[in-house]
Structure formats: C-alpha cells, structure tokens
C-alpha cells in the first residue's frame, strides 16, 4: 500500500538566545546559528536575521528549480546564484514601521548544464509558480526580479 503525503503539514523549531543577538535554532536532527556581525554588537557565528531571510530565496530557487527541471526533463547542470538585495533599513533601525523592508531583491541564477535558454525560461517560470520563498517576496510586495542563464 502506498504511503500518501499530507497535503499540509506542521514544522517544529525551536530556539535558544544566548545573547541578544545570538540564537541557536535546531529542526529535525540540525542546529543553525543566526546572529549579528560584531559592528552591530554580535559575535558573527551565523548569518544575520535579514541575511538568513533573504539567502533562503537562494536555497529554495536552487531546489525547487532542479525539481522543476527534472520534472520538465531539462538538464540544469549545477546553478550558482548572484542576488542584490535593497532594504529599507528603517525599521530595524526602530526609525518608523516600514511595510517592505526588502524593496527589490535582483537574484541572477546561472546554469552550466547543457539545457537551452529556452529550456531554462521555461524552468525559471515553473520555479517561479512553486518557489515558496519567492511567493511569500512577491505577496509582501517585493519588487522581485529573478533572471535564469546559461554559464
């Protein structure tokens, strides 16, 4: 009998701050740091709260892309990334409330794998329905500009 997937689901993690600025979080059997760079008062043993926020849009392209690939047949080879981000930094700055922190997030994914442009425009637009990280960007109003080529 197969085993069918929930449609939904529920996802545990937990934190500990050692500091105000440093916490570990753990998930499944993992443990992750985030953290503040010295110059703002931390101890720089992970990425920064907006770093990490933002850097998941990395993670999430990469992966949701190569399953996207693999299910239009298109053979992506391996992706690197390069991304500029622009935030309104005066809410974290505790300035004023700001509704879009991350005005514009510019992402450029490249592909060394043989598939064509083409292939890869179609790739970057499955990726773009299923890219959960880029879907919550784009709801919060982020001007998101994702742009997929060929090494």
Not at 33 to 59: C, H, M, Q, W
Not at 100 to 106: G, H, K, L
Not at 109 to 119: F, H, I, K
Request: aromatic share 6%; charged share 25%; hydrophobic share 35%.
């Amino acid at each position: 009998m197969a085993i069918r997937q929930k449609n939904v689901v529920t996802i545990r993690m937990s934190g500990n701050a050692s500091s105000h600025s440093l916490v570990e979080l753990a998930t499944r059997d993992l443990t992750s740091k985030i953290d503040e760079p010295v110059e703002r008062g931390g101890t720089n043993l992970g990425f920064s709260p907006t770093e990490t926020a933002y850097g998941a849009l990395i993670g999430c392209t990469n992966t949701i892309g190569h399953k996207c690939a693999d299910k239009l047949g298109v053979d992506i080879g391996n992706l690197s990334f390069d991304m500029e981000v622009d935030f309104d930094r005066r809410g974290v700055l505790l300035m004023e409330e700001v509704d879009v922190p991350f005005t514009a997030i510019r992402l450029k994914v490249t592909s060394d794998g043989p598939a064509s442009e083409e292939a890869l425009d179609r790739v970057a637009e499955e990726t773009a329905k299923y890219c959960a990280i880029s879907k919550l960007y784009q709801r919060a109003g982020t001007n998101l500009d994702i742009r997929w080529r060929k090494n």
